[in-house]
């Protein structure tokens, strides 16, 4: 039984819509197209089917196949992901370095995601902007994988922020904007609208901040997820203030100060807090 055979069986048996199947993870016709047997999905794609299915991912594959075969890789892409979120750059490194031979064998997109982990190390670990800003450009126009390709351009986006190049910057974070489509991952278009938005306030256009930032929080909110939305509305009330609507912007502070403190964010939160305070001075 082919792939799209055993979605679609597994799917019928525990009596899951197309739709159902598809929530949060991918657009219906994605599904379909994918049952039909018109396009093979990816890594990311098929594990978040599979969880959704109540299924291991052994059970589309074969324990002997080769898509069965990159389990390995795709958990140490998982927890790479971890770190990053959580910015452990040195615990990023030792995956990396305790993996050379796992790493060394990939092909296609798991090979692209290692090699943007590289990028990501000379800048953040090494602290070499210009090293990881040469390798990113360079590795970007290759990468197929389009979620993969906006998280490199905003990476390259990201760089260009550390070294206060705010122009630059910007035109890379609207590359990535351009490049959103309706089945791209909500948390990898929430990056890039978070890290579009601080470029914009740190250029002074706080009207364009403004705009990227609701379409942020339209996308989180969209999605029922904290994700963000703390950051989302603290640049709300940063971009508000800065346009002189004082009362929408206390009030933006205090609706992320409650995200930051349910998130147990004590940083974010200090900082909300004391935006917070010293608008109401001026009130």
Not at 92 to 104: C, D, G, H, P, T
Not at 215 to 227: D, N, S
Request: proline residues 0%; hydrophobic residues 35%; neutral net charge.
């Amino acid at each position: 039984m082919k792939l799209g055979e055993k979605i679609k069986t597994r799917r019928k048996e525990i009596k899951m819509t197309q739709a159902d199947l598809a929530d949060g993870i991918c657009t219906q016709a994605m599904i379909s197209r994918i049952e039909k047997k018109k396009v093979r999905p990816s890594r990311e794609l098929m594990e978040k089917v599979a969880e959704r299915l109540e299924v291991s991912i052994h059970y589309f594959y074969g324990e002997d196949s080769i898509e069965s075969r990159y389990s390995k890789t795709a958990q140490l892409c998982k927890i790479i992901r971890q770190h990053l979120e959580r910015r452990e750059y040195e615990s990023v490194s030792y995956l990396i370095e305790s993996n050379e031979e796992l790493i060394e064998n990939t092909v296609g997109e798991d090979k692209d995601f290692f090699d943007w982990i590289k990028g990501l190390l000379f800048g953040y670990r090494d602290g070499d902007n210009d090293k990881a800003l040469e390798y990113l450009i360079k590795m970007e126009t290759g990468v197929k994988n389009g979620e993969l390709r906006v998280e490199v351009i905003d990476s390259i986006g990201n760089q260009y922020l550390r070294k206060k190049d705010y122009a630059k910057a910007e035109a890379y974070y609207q590359k990535g904007f351009d490049s959103f489509a309706e089945w791209m991952n909500h948390e990898k278009k929430a990056k890039l609208l978070l890290n579009y938005s601080i470029c914009l306030s740190r250029k002074g256009k706080y009207a364009d901040c403004l705009d990227k930032v609701m379409q942020g929080l339209e996308l989180v909110i969209e999605k029922k997820t904290l994700f963000l939305l703390g950051d989302f509305l603290y640049y709300k009330g940063y971009s508000l203030e800065n346009l002189g609507q004082t009362e929408e912007a206390v009030e933006a502070y205090q609706k992320a100060q409650t995200i930051f403190d349910i998130q147990q964010n004590e940083k974010y939160l200090l900082i909300t807090k004391l935006a917070k305070e010293k608008l109401e001075l001026t009130q």
